[in-house]
């Protein structure tokens, strides 16, 4: 499925149009909040999940199918049978399938959340800002995808009956890498349901970039032709540029078909040729050329990066990508943060003042109409828009009672003042005689 790396949190995500819905909302024991993306079958929230008992717990991705597929019984029937097989998937270097629901006539998938952004999305950002990628961190991305590859290709049950899980759209825009590190693929088996006639020409010539010959034929395919989609991923990030290119106005998916590779130009690598016979081989017309299994291209990769001392870590690697983007990310996490916080504190708290008492008024003060509300909240203590109607005014006052028109006179309250401090004083002077002694 296109646009999928909407999967990572990114603060200059492209949009493909509004949210259909309006945020934030329920679906489900999902709380939505951000409407972060939308491909060629779905629209994509940033969520929360909520526990039986209400409680936010941590984020997900909800991909809500659009309603012309989700009301397709073909397509809902074929998707939810390759989600409920990916929701089996569990390894490191696959995106996890954590839920898969209908509501209302809504189909919806929830999936992990990765932060950081996908490696289409790192390509275009290392052109954009002229920052090279290093080749440690391309060919340790491309040696995890494998990773991930080998492990669903020859996933096993627990009875230990092997399932055979083709992924069909293994692409740059799959490939999700986290601030930490990581590197997982998402959308295991999801595009199958997405066949030529549910799909825009914009879609397939998406899609047709990373095809095997044989898929582009509309033939079966198997795992080699996943096997073909990484060769391509390869080729691209050893020559820094797309491997089909269409000219003249031909459909992208005629170049796909005829998969003709050029060489790979020389970049002065440590034994280089052995990199690129890995490519070329990966990258076969005829799948029986190929690495038969994703394992197997993965061994000799990893075998060239320690002999060429072309290594690195999963630490290093985040380390490399937070310095680099991360910086780009913070506003639209800030964002969402905020997000997240208003959402949890639940709705603004509105304090009303009451109206001053007036001398012998019984009834409602005719100015309290127009004091101001505060929201303790969202204005942090500033007068908001006027109280309109004569709700405010109406309230009992439970301030306490002011002084009566006499005591109001300085003069009176000099007076009384006198009659207090001269009566306490003949009290002292009386004690002082012997007041209380007298026989």
């Known amino acids: 499925m296109p646009d999928t790396r909407t999967l990572t949190s990114s603060g200059n995500r492209p949009r493909t149009g509004p949210a259909r819905r309006q945020l934030p909302c329920e679906l489900g024991r999902y709380v939505l909040f951000d409407h972060i993306g939308r491909g060629g079958m779905a629209d994509l929230y940033l969520a929360r999940s909520r526990t039986t008992y209400g409680d936010a717990t941590r984020l997900v991705v909800i991909k809500e199918v659009i309603p012309e597929l989700a009301s397709d019984e073909h397509f809902a029937t074929t998707l939810i049978s390759e989600a409920k097989l990916a929701a089996r998937l569990s390894h490191r270097n696959v995106v996890t399938v954590e839920d898969l629901g209908r509501e209302g006539g809504v189909l919806y998938i929830a999936m992990e959340y990765v932060e950081g952004l996908d490696l289409r999305e790192l390509l275009r950002s290392c052109t954009k800002r002229k920052i090279a990628l290093p080749i440690v961190s391309s060919l340790f991305v491309h040696a995890e995808v494998l990773q991930a590859l080998e492990y669903a290709h020859h996933f096993c049950d627990a009875d230990g009956s092997e399932t055979r899980v083709v992924h069909r759209d293994v692409s740059p825009s799959n490939v999700l890498l986290?601030?930490?590190?990581?590197?997982?693929?998402?959308?295991?088996?999801?595009?199958?349901?997405?066949?030529?006639?549910?799909?825009t020409a914009e879609v397939i010539e998406g899609k047709a970039g990373y095809m095997s010959p044989?898929?582009?034929?509309?033939?079966?395919?198997?795992?080699?032709?996943?096997?073909?989609?990484?060769?391509?991923?390869?080729?691209e990030l050893l020559s820094g540029r797309r491997l089909y290119k269409a000219a003249g106005g031909e459909p992208l998916l005629e170049v796909a078909k005829r998969a003709e590779i050029p060489p790979i130009k020389e970049r002065g690598l440590p034994d280089e040729k052995r990199l690129h016979q890995i490519a070329r081989r990966a990258l076969a017309r005829d799948p029986q050329e190929r690495y038969q299994r994703a394992g197997e291209m993965r061994d000799e990769l990893n075998e060239y990066r320690a002999?060429?001392?072309?290594?690195?870590?999963?630490?290093?690697?985040?380390?490399?990508?937070?310095?680099?983007?991360?910086?780009?990310r913070v506003q639209g996490r800030r964002s969402r943060e905020r997000a997240l916080a208003a959402l949890e504190l639940g709705p603004p708290v509105v304090i009303e003042p009451l109206p001053p008492s007036r001398p012998g008024a019984s009834g409602p003060d005719p100015d309290a109409a127009s004091a101001p509300s505060v929201d303790s909240r969202a204005s942090g203590?500033?007068?908001?828009?006027?109280?309109?109607?004569?709700?405010?005014?109406?309230?009992?006052?439970?301030?306490?009672?002011?002084?009566?028109p006499f005591l109001q006179h300085p003069l009176a309250v000099l007076f009384v003042y006198a009659l207090v401090?001269?009566?306490?004083?003949?009290?002292?002077?009386?004690?002082?005689?012997?007041g209380l002694g007298a026989p």
């Open 178 to 199: 986290s601030f930490d590190g990581e590197v997982k693929l998402c959308d295991f088996g999801i595009a199958i349901a997405m066949t030529a006639d549910r799909m």
């Open 381 to 404: 203590g500033r007068p908001s828009a006027p109280s309109k109607g004569p709700a405010a005014s109406q309230r009992p006052s439970t301030k306490p009672a002011g002084r009566g």
């Open 214 to 235: 044989e898929q582009a034929r509309g033939e079966p395919i198997d795992p080699r032709s996943d096997i073909f989609a990484a060769g391509i991923i390869l080729w």
């Open 421 to 434: 401090v001269g009566g306490v004083s003949f009290g002292i002077l009386w004690l002082l005689t012997g």
């Open 307 to 328: 002999g060429a001392k072309l290594t690195t870590s999963a630490i290093r690697f985040g380390e490399w990508l937070s310095e680099h983007f991360a910086d780009e």
